[in-house]
């Protein structure tokens, strides 16, 4: 029942994943929530999903934005994590949307985008259902991932120009607060600009004069972003009093302190990688019974800038947060033998991180230390197709591990196992088959 995991997830935080999340009130079995992310009309598809971890279709419903489609990549569209959230504290859910116009390579990816993003807000229902409430603008271009504490809720916009100002607006991180009945309005003087990186160890020139921008070596200042260099995701600390910003083109890892009020302060940078491979993407935060410390844990594709890297290129590793808010290295990059590890779910125990490998459509598990440290426990511990993101459910006891394969549109579940093993329990369709579709959220 949803009122044992809101409980439970005050002890472990994977809170910066769109995964462990339940609305406050006590609810039949639970939901997973996955994101078409079309063109001209995003929606939100709902499965029911009951005491044993299998999934039944349930509604599909409009964001009544649009989503980038197969903008940067078919099973890659938004190159982020965090792009459907579910807050455990209100019961809403939160998602992005583009609002890109076309697929076009020059049409829908020359300096004239300047479309700003939006926000949508939904109320979750008794039976998991969702009830649209709100959409407004997210204060930037091509918004991509979002994280929420109790009234406060902040988006990344990746999009823009960063030090070539063609449409005005730099990509950023923008907060809002979220009122009782979910509606959501700008927070004034919560916006900071976020450093893409340029030319310097990226091999990309980003002269406005080389348009129409139409390969992925040109594409850095406009909207929607280069892959390799965009901001990949945002998200709370478990104690609510930074945010944590991953930036693939600079490989580094911010750190933004909050004020009182909860604005943000100019951060502290970590480079974490390689200038020249742009590393880290996807997070999340593991905290231990016996520990009062907690860890983060970062997934990294690896590849050269301009390219998607191929097996065994990718790592995960993992850090403690230093009092000045500097990044200390406990793991660093632990390969797995996999290619584009780029989104990751932990189980509530905070014993075992869950990897999605896009390139090599599989998934890979890690066991997590008391001290934080990282071991390989699988590199491949399920098979998916093209998977993009993935959520994790608690119930009774038992964890589910939710996997959305943008390859064939379809979501995977497994039960997690006491020794971190997987175990298939079916998948569910009804997503576009490698059309774009991106975001995953599960109570």
Known sequence: MLHKLYKFSGLLVCLLVGGLASPKTARADGAVYAMTNALGKNEIIVYHRASNGKLAFSQRIATGGGGSGIQLDPTDSLGSQGSLLLDSQSGRLFAVNTETRSNNLVDGQNVSDCQQGTISSFQVNRNGRLKLVDRIPSGGLFPNSLTVHRNLLYVLNAG????????????????????????????????????????????????????????EEFRCGLNPPAFPRSPAQIGFTPDHQKLVVTVKGTN??????????????QPTLTQVGNPFQPTPFGFAFAKMYDSSKSYLVVTEPFGATSTIPA???????????GDDDALIPITRSLPNGQGTSCWIAIDPTGQYAYIANNATSNVSSYRIGSDGSLTLLASIAAQGNRPNDLAIAYEDGKSFLYILNSGNGTVGAYQISNDGSLTSLGSVDGLPSDAGAQGIAAY
């Open 311 to 321: 097996a065994p290129a990718s790592a995960v590793s993992s850090f403690q947060i």
């Open 160 to 215: 823009g120009p960063g030090l070539n100002p063609f449409c005005g607006l730099a990509p950023n991180i923008t907060g809002f607060k979220v009122s009782n009945s979910g509606n959501i309005h700008l927070f004034f003087n919560a916006t900071m600009p976020i450093n893409p990186g340029t030319s310097p160890g990226n091999f990309l020139n980003c002269d406005p004069g080389n348009v129409p921008f139409s390969t």
């Open 252 to 265: 580094t890892i911010g750190v933004f302190p909050l004020s009182p009020n909860g604005r943000p302060q």
